[in-house]
């Protein structure tokens, strides 16, 4: 399928700076940005509360400068496209979202996010900043086999973490228990995504990979990795019924399981598609009794206009729910 | 012509500056590369990172080797970031670790130079050979730059090493980065890391051919 | 520019019935579909207060149907595809929205929603239902000039008619009060679109209209309606200069002016687009000194795929920033 | 070969399907040309609608014209939507209103359900002749068959003359509808809702045909 590869942009150079110079504009209410390039809330957490970071490579968008706010993030930490930050700015936006309760660094498995944090922590050792922690996130069934969870990559579905762990970090002064809620609904949740077409680098102008016009690709990465493989595009439907069952039988997701369903659009998917896919999802879902508590449909993760998608599953119980609800206010990510 | 017995801080300079301008003549070389296995800017950031390390490696005065191996470490790292970024940024400081206090650098002080750079490499990454990286190239590099006798014969060798290394990986499955998630599909392309790597002992080797020509 | 062809769907002569079951599943705690395809709040608005509908044509998601919820719609009547519903339909649409204080029905003009909700309007009172009035409401600039401006095109600013109106209509018995507010946000606002791509058809698989990759169109109408001409595509800078001050020169907004502004993505423009042609649009505003008092950029009103935005000026006082404020609970519009 | 003095509901009803089969044959093309001036569906939504007012019309016990006719109106309005559902079922309202309480329609009867229907669209559309809509293919084919002294040489010369209206539309700048945006774009397109018009007189005609070629 084909991409344009022209944007509306100024100096493919300047593009994180233009960025982030108009979102923090637009968005004034809500976030800041540092000088040193950090977005950060407009109003800080009180003392005494864990703060909560992530660094990431941008071209993402909303995720996660959007992500930043009442009961979500404390800081991002906004890397070039597609390339994490290093470690000495990653060292920046632990110092801005510590509130004397420590900070959790948040890592979506990518070996440069982790290489970069796990730097970054090193450096927060011989600076003697203290009570810094990381955790590792992933959530993409497609990445690696059953049983080797901890090598598979970070998508969509974590913001199901985003949200979850935000609005726990809130109230809490115990960065260990802020980990172990991390690892909890991580573990809880499970994400395959495709896509229909490529998507063009904002950098080099170039596409980013190829895949032809009658052609999908399922287990696609947020950065156009590829996946499990090529097929013929099919239906709505049949697309549902490739991507749903794996993501279930992963968990597994069981009968009476209460879940969070998202439905990420990874750019230029029309939500209208959108809507029809979840039309199988729920008939599926409800075939197997798996009762669907929340959804989210909608651009959370995007790879630039890529047009594809990601389906999430997030298994919940009492306390995850009432974190669901709980409310939050980022650019991109509201709940009242 | 005869070998030149250490290397100053101004050879060090040089080499910084003859590595950026290698690796941004063959920017979109190695963006394309990457794009067949990665996400398509290796050339970009790599050329950025290391034009940018080569400005403030100039503007340094009085400065020993392991200053211009922590600057270089240090601009490559926070302005390239990324996976690379940390990888080559990981190169240049435990090479300047290494080099500490050190006014020049004899031939056996650029083995252990080398030396500490690989394997600070490889524990960052938690890679070895084989697994289509940088470290393809890298290793066999470093392995025929210490068994020279002497620096031109060195970097000479580690320069057709790491060319062979980059080559090798065209056969190989991705095991780290995101070339990993393409697993047979990655078979008959060269990885782009190995492929910096190779620009970089070739940029030292071609620099050094010029200053043997000088004496 | 290319656009996809192939979508994700099922039968195509069952989109809208598909998108509307998957969508009132997904968004079950905000609305609910009737038997007769109308969307409607799952929690109606209490009895004697104005009820607020509106009928268009489909393919825009999130517009309209993630516009029903508190402080919002009461009812949408949702069309096949960029096809206005009929009026037997609009009837059934204005009883399902009536309170006890009279219905107010939005037009977003173009000729077949107007025709629609006139011969709609003739059978209520053919059928005796009394207290229903519509309101005529058009914001885009290129579709004709100055002076004529109850012959321009309803497009994305009417957004800002939207959130405010259903703000004011949430608490008010008053229909009259309710159309002349509406016709006072209208009056407010002006909007330029722009696309860089077409898009398909998901009726027909064909491409909706022809441009070429280097070209650029402004004034965009929301259905790939062509505009005031093409040119080859400039910098997110050079567009601003291009687009922005016909918009300020048309109210005219003026020194002193408080305004929202409202960058809309009509489909598969990145956000990191909209945010670098954000920062032009602060730039200027800020130059002439017109003051912003809240920014929306997102996917509001789209055209299926199109890669294009539009951008919008509201000017506000103190009873409409007051509205704007009001809470909102739409699937796709969320005011804390 | 004689002329049919009146036309029966059976006659009325057998137009209807004769219109909807004409329109579905000319789906892509309807849709082609109002792609080129509007939003490209006037085929796929005319020819669902009308295929629907046909069986409808057909499910019909003992209706009289204006059933037939009212049927029509409100399945195409209401399946058809947008403003072409409005402006075709408006033609087909103002005819069933004008047809109230007649069993059959002698040409003159005819003769006034067309010139209501032809004005219902003009003044729900606020449109006229010149204006690059159905009208420029509607008004004269009502003017044409009004002028005919029976009902074949009436199809007949409406036929022709709605074609020849709407090939007139090829040259004019839309005042209405979506093309009205484009302007001189508009030029040397042939409006979508005037060809359908025209396919509607050429149906009729064609089955009037058959008719007189029975008796
Ligand atoms: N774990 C690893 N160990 C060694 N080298 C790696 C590892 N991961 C990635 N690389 C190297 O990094 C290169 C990709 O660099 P680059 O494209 O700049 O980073 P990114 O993948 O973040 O876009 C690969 O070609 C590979 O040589
Ligand atoms: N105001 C009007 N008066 C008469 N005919 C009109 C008017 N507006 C549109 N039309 C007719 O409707 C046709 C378009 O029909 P269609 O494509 O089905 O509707 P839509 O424009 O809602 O997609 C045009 O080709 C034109 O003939
Ligand atoms: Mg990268
Ligand atoms: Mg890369
Ligand atoms: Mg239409
Ligand atoms: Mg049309």
Same mark, same amino acid.
Request: include cysteine; charge should be negative.
């Given at each position: 399928?084909?991409?344009?590869?022209?944007?509306?942009?100024?100096? @493919?150079?300047? %593009? #994180?700076?233009?960025?982030?110079?108009?979102?923090?504009?637009?968005?004034?209410?809500?976030?800041?940005?540092?000088?040193?390039?950090?977005?950060?809330?407009?109003?800080?957490?009180?003392?005494?509360?864990?703060?909560?970071?992530?660094?990431? =490579?941008?071209?993402?968008?909303?995720?996660?400068?959007?992500?930043?706010?009442?009961? %979500?993030?404390?800081?991002?930490? &906004?890397?070039?496209?597609?390339?994490?930050?290093?470690?000495?700015?990653?060292?920046? =936006?632990? /110092?801005?979202?510590?509130?004397?309760?420590?900070?959790?660094?948040?890592?979506?498995?990518?070996?440069?996010?982790?290489?970069?944090?796990?730097?970054?922590?090193?450096?927060?050792?011989?600076?003697? !900043?203290?009570?810094?922690?990381?955790?590792?996130?992933?959530?993409? !069934?497609?990445?690696?086999?059953?049983?080797?969870?901890?090598?598979?990559?970070?998508?969509?579905?974590?913001?199901?973490?985003?949200?979850?762990?935000?609005?726990?970090?809130?109230?809490?002064?115990?960065?260990?228990?802020?980990?172990?809620?991390?690892?909890?609904?991580?573990?809880?949740?499970?994400? %395959?995504?495709?896509?229909?077409? *490529?998507?063009?680098? @904002?950098?080099?102008?170039?596409?980013?990979?190829?895949?032809?016009?009658?052609?999908?690709?399922?287990?696609?990465?947020v950065h156009g990795e590829m996946g499990m493989g090529r097929q013929k595009i099919v239906s709505a439907e049949e697309t549902i019924d490739l991507m749903l069952p794996p993501i279930i039988d992963d968990l597994p997701f069981k009968a009476d399981d209460e879940v969070l369903v998202?439905?990420?659009?990874?750019? $230029?998917?029309?939500?209208?598609?959108?809507?029809? %896919?979840?039309?199988?999802?729920?008939?599926?879902?409800?075939?197997?009794?798996? /009762?669907?508590?929340?959804?989210?449909?909608?651009?959370?993760?995007?790879?630039?206009?890529?047009?594809?998608?990601?389906?999430?599953?997030?298994?919940?119980?009492?306390?995850?729910?009432?974190?669901?609800?709980? &409310?939050?206010?980022?650019?991109y990510l509201k709940q009242l | 012509m005869t070998a030149n017995i250490v290397i100053t801080s101004q050879q060090l300079d040089d080499m910084i500056v003859a590595i950026a301008a290698q690796i941004a003549e063959n920017r979109d070389l190695l963006n394309q590369l990457d794009s067949?296995?990665?996400?398509?800017?290796?050339?970009?950031? !790599? *050329?950025?990172?290391?034009? $940018?390390?080569?400005?403030?490696?100039?503007?340094?005065?009085?400065?020993?080797?392991?200053? !211009?191996?922590?600057?270089?470490? *240090?601009?490559?790292?926070?302005?390239?970031?990324?996976?690379?970024?940390? #990888?080559?940024?990981?190169?240049?400081?435990?090479?300047?670790?290494?080099?500490?206090?050190?006014?020049?650098?004899?031939?056996?002080?650029?083995d252990a130079l080398w030396q500490a750079g690989l394997d600070g490499v490889k524990s960052r990454g938690k890679s070895d050979v084989g697994d289509k990286t940088m470290i393809d190239a890298l290793s066999p590099a470093v392995q025929a730059f210490c068994g020279a006798q002497d620096?031109?014969?060195?970097?000479?060798?580690?320069?057709?090493?790491?060319? /062979?290394?980059?080559?090798?990986?065209?056969?190989?499955?991705?095991?780290?980065?995101?070339?990993?998630?393409?697993?047979?599909?990655?078979?008959?392309?060269?990885?782009?890391?190995?492929?910096?790597?190779?620009?970089?002992?070739?940029?030292?080797?071609?620099?050094?051919?010029? #200053?043997?020509?000088?004496?």
């Open positions: 399928m084909s991409s344009r590869k022209q944007k509306l942009i100024n100096d @493919p150079s300047a %593009l #994180l700076a233009d960025m982030l110079t108009g979102f923090s504009a637009a968005y004034a209410d809500v976030v800041r940005l540092t000088d040193n390039g950090l977005i950060v809330r407009r109003q800080p957490k009180p003392q005494g509360k864990v703060g909560l970071v992530i660094g990431n =490579g941008s071209g993402h968008e909303p995720a996660m400068i959007g992500l930043v706010g009442e009961g %979500l993030f404390d800081v991002n930490i &906004p890397g070039e496209i597609f390339t994490a930050p290093g470690p000495e700015r990653i060292v920046e =936006g632990i /110092r801005a979202a510590d509130h004397g309760a420590g900070v959790l660094v948040c890592v979506s498995h990518h070996a440069g996010d982790l290489m970069n944090a796990e730097m970054a922590l090193e450096l927060c050792e011989m600076e003697d !900043i203290e009570n810094v922690d990381m955790v590792i996130l992933y959530d993409d !069934i497609s990445s690696a086999p059953k049983g080797n969870e901890p090598e598979r990559r970070g998508t969509a579905g974590l913001f199901f973490v985003w949200k979850m762990v935000g609005a726990f970090a809130e109230t809490s002064d115990d960065l260990s228990a802020c980990k172990a809620m991390a690892e909890k609904i991580r573990d809880n949740t499970r994400t %395959l995504a495709m896509a229909l077409t *490529s998507c063009a680098s @904002p950098v080099t102008g170039e596409i980013m990979f190829e895949i032809a016009d009658d052609e999908m690709e399922i287990g696609m990465g998202m439905l990420n659009n990874s750019g $230029s998917m029309t939500l209208m598609e959108l809507f029809i %896919l979840y039309k199988r999802v729920a008939e599926i879902l409800q075939e197997k009794g798996i /009762r669907v508590y929340k959804s989210w449909i909608g651009p959370y993760a995007t790879t630039q206009e890529m047009a594809g998608f990601a389906l999430s599953l997030c298994k919940v119980d009492d306390e995850l729910k009432h974190l669901w609800d709980a &409310p939050a206010n980022g650019a | 067949a296995l990665g996400d398509g800017d290796h050339g970009t950031s !790599i *050329s950025t990172a290391f034009s $940018s390390a080569a400005e403030q490696v100039k503007q340094l005065e009085d400065a020993q080797p392991a200053d !211009i191996l922590k600057t270089t470490a *240090s601009v490559v790292m926070n302005r390239m970031g990324g996976a690379s970024g940390a #990888l080559f940024g990981t190169l240049f400081m435990k090479a300047a670790l290494t080099a500490k206090d050190k006014t020049t650098l004899t031939k056996s002080d650029m620096f031109g014969s060195g970097w000479q060798s580690a320069a057709e090493a790491a060319q /062979r290394g980059a080559k090798s990986t065209k056969t190989m499955i991705a095991k780290h980065g995101r070339a990993k998630f393409i697993s047979e599909r990655a078979i008959g392309h060269q990885d782009a890391g190995a492929t910096s790597i190779t620009l970089m002992f070739e940029a030292i080797y071609a620099y050094w051919k010029t #200053l043997e020509g000088q004496d």
